[in-house]
């Protein structure tokens, strides 16, 4: 599996963003695909997630201001980012994990973008 982010950039406070991620090659093995984060000096974290039957999982952070979504065509993820704050300042990771024999497994991850929120 390979994954291709876009997106990102720099907002100010109050403003809008959408990231996108794009999966190929063995996509019929992701069980579910999810953006993480991490801002300088602090550990990598999970923002949303969505599986394949389209159920979705958000940090408490961005609930109310993220949405994780998936394409018509299903090999592509959207992370609709409003009401950005200063502290969603971090590189963002696409992932894409495989749930087998009762563990989650990572398939692979994207190059990760840079989303800067500041006036």
């Known amino acids: 599996v390979q994954l291709q982010a876009s997106g990102g950039g720099l907002v100010q406070p109050g403003g809008s963003l959408r990231l996108s991620c794009t999966a190929s090659g063995s996509i019929s093995s992701i069980t579910a695909m999810g953006w993480y984060r991490q801002a300088p000096g602090k550990q990598r974290e999970l923002v949303a997630a969505i599986t394949g039957n389209d159920r979705t999982n958000y940090t408490g952070s961005v609930k109310g201001r993220f949405t994780i979504s998936r394409g018509d065509a299903k090999n592509t993820v959207y992370l609709q980012m409003n009401s950005l704050k200063p502290e969603d300042t971090a590189v963002y990771y696409c992932?894409?994990?495989?749930?087998?024999?009762?563990?989650?497994?990572?398939?692979?991850w994207g190059r990760g973008t840079q989303v800067t929120v500041s006036s």
């Open positions: 992932n894409a994990v495989r749930f087998e024999g009762g563990h989650f497994y990572d398939l692979a």
